[in-house]
Every structure is written in C-alpha cells, then in structure tokens.
C-alpha cells in the first residue's frame, strides 16, 4: 500500500442492520487487496454464518471470547467481569498489533455497545482511537458511539432502520441476520 496514506477512523454506526456486514465487507475488500486485516468481536459469542468463511479468507484473522456470557443485562457480576477481562485481552492484543504494524486494518465490532455498557477499558479505548497510532485502518461498530469518536472518526456511516421484518414479528434468520 506505498504512497497511500492510511490510518483513518471509520465508525458504522445507527439503529439499521448492516453495521458488521459493512465492516466485514470492508475486511474482505481490504484482504483482497493485499491488506491484513484483524477483526475483533466484542459482546458476540454464539456462532455466526460468517464465522467459518471470514477464517478462511487469506489476510484476515478474527478473535473472539472463547465463551458465550449471553446478553450482557442477563449476566451477573462475574461474568461480566470476565467478558470485560477477555475483552481488555483482546483489546491490548489488538492494539499491539496496530503499533507493530503486523496488521493494515483493525475491526472492532460492536465496540460502541461495549464502551457505553463499560465492557472494556475505556480509557485504553479512548488514547488509542483517538490518537489512531501508526497506519492502520481502524473500524468500529454498533449503535450510538460516543462523542469522542465521532470528533476523532474520518468516515462516519450511520445505517438507518426503515423498516425490519422484526416489526412483523419475524425472529432473527441465519444467513440473513446472524
């Protein structure tokens, strides 16, 4: 990637679905130029369709807790001590990567759900999304990001619902919604 500038924020964010369909479309475009690219699954524990593709995929590497903690209102406080312990791991993990320059590109998904439930180091999350060290893409998803990334972000894309077929009543569908 000599002679292009790298290192941008990118945020998907808003109350439509396609946010981690956006970032890891991004991740496969990414790979396939060349790119490596890192993804790291925050608040995510059951499986999803595009789990075993994404680890097939040259360039890309994907991490998430080992366990399944459910929804984070439904945990008690040992568990969600834990998903936050497993999610500093990852983070730091992440971070180091960027500073290495051992990966192009960095996804975080619904880290915006994680920062606003306080499910990670905030303040780590802050220094390094704000300071965008070295020339790595940085990603992040989900709804409702803070302030503090919106003033630090260079693409904001925000996914709007107009209509879901969970307004019908029609439960989650693999493939489609997971």
């Known amino acids: 990637m000599k002679g292009e500038r790298m290192g941008f924020l990118h945020i998907y964010c808003g109350d439509g679905k396609g946010k981690t369909t956006a970032a890891i479309g991004l991740a496969i475009r990414a790979a396939g130029a060349g790119m490596r690219v890192h993804i790291i699954q925050l608040l995510k524990g059951s499986d999803t369709a595009e789990l075993a593709v994404l680890r ?31 999610h500093d791991e990852m983070l730091a993990s992440g971070y180091g990567m960027v500073r290495s320059g051992s990966v192009d590109m960095l996804i975080i ?67 489609i919604e997971y």
């Open 56 to 86: 097939n995929i040259p360039g890309i590497t994907l991490e998430r807790c080992e366990r399944n903690y459910g929804f984070w209102f439904n945990m008690s406080e040992e568990n969600r001590n834990a998903l936050r312990s497993c």
């Open 109 to 175: 998904d619904e880290f915006n759900a994680a920062y606003s439930l306080n499910a990670l180091d905030r303040r780590a999350a802050e220094a390094f999304l704000t300071e965008k060290p070295g020339n790595a893409e940085l990603v992040i998803t989900g709804r409702d990001p803070a302030e503090i990334f919106l003033q630090s972000a260079d693409y904001v894309s925000e996914i709007k619902c107009i209509r879901h077929p969970y307004e019908k009543g029609i439960q989650a569908r693999r493939g």
